[in-house]
């Protein structure tokens, strides 16, 4: 679903994906960690045709994300860390653009109505209230209802728990847990190692845009001797453990 090989971009002296080779499959959740400045957004941003590569290829779902940008969008999700919102527009008008940008209307049951998915996410009673008068959180839902509202098959999302409350995380997983199930391939992006450990079939920990790891979150701490997450994040990374 998602084949990444020797992919490198920089921004003028500074190297922020370093040939990175990767493959995630149908249905798996992979977990990409690292710390600020490890190249995670920019490697998000190249899968999702936002900038092009500058050496090496993406493909998802065999189509050449660098060769035909256009149709590589048409089949990803991405939900941004800093989501930039029309914030003039309503939460459902927002929703009927992105639908409408997608040349896509919901139908004959193929896809959940654009009210469907503001109940699910409790913002139904906001649906007519312009986005600058709402809170964080509700920006929040309205930009992963636009990652996830085409059913897309391949799903990129960096830091997607951020200002959600505990009731809009749970129907988050459950979301992300329904799209893995269908086979989609979804890359989740964070610094909360907690969350990630647990719902994550993979983990790959980037530091300086190379891949210093990857692997099952229980091999990976087998491997490397590592009690936690965290610890084995922190020995990677070249950052010591915090001492009790």
């Known amino acids: 679903m998602i084949e990444i090989h020797h992919l490198s971009h920089r921004f003028g002296s ?42 090496g290829t993406i493909l998802l779902r065999g189509i050449d994300v660098a060769a035909n940008p256009l149709a590589a969008r048409q089949v990803v999700g991405y939900a941004p860390e800093e989501a930039a919102l029309y914030e003039i527009l309503t939460p459902r008008e927002y929703l009927e653009l992105i639908l409408s940008l997608r040349e896509i209307t919901p139908a004959g049951g193929l896809l959940p109505t654009i009210d469907a998915w503001l109940e699910r996410f409790a913002l139904y009673e906001y649906r007519d209230q312009r986005l600058t008068n709402c809170s964080k959180g509700t920006k ?16 990129l999302l960096d830091e997607p728990l951020d200002g959600l ?42 530091h300086q845009g190379r891949l210093r790891a990857c692997g099952p979150p229980g091999d990976l701490l087998e491997h490397y001797g590592a009690p936690t997450l965290e610890s084995l994040f922190l020995r990677l990374t070249g950052a010591s453990p915090p001492t009790a």
């Not at 493959?23 to 920019?42: C, Q, R, S």
């Not at 610094?191 to 980037?206: A, F, Y």
Request: hydrophobic residues 50%; glycine residues 8%; neutral net charge.
């Open 140 to 155: 929040r839902k309205v930009a992963l209802i636009q990652a996830f509202i085409h059913t897309p098959p391949v799903l």
């Open 14 to 55: 500074c190297i922020a994906v370093d040939d990175l080779t990767l493959d995630i499959g149908p249905g798996e959740i992979f977990g990409l960690v690292g710390p600020n400045g490890a190249g995670k957004t920019t490697a998000l941003r190249l899968c999702s045709a936002l900038i092009p590569p500058q050496q």
């Open 165 to 206: 409350d505990p009731k809009a995380v749970r129907i988050f997983k459950d979301l992300l847990a329904e799209r893995a199930a269908a086979g989609a391939a979804i890359v989740y992006s964070s610094h909360i190692l907690e969350v990630v450990e647990r719902i994550c079939d993979r983990i790959g920990i980037l």
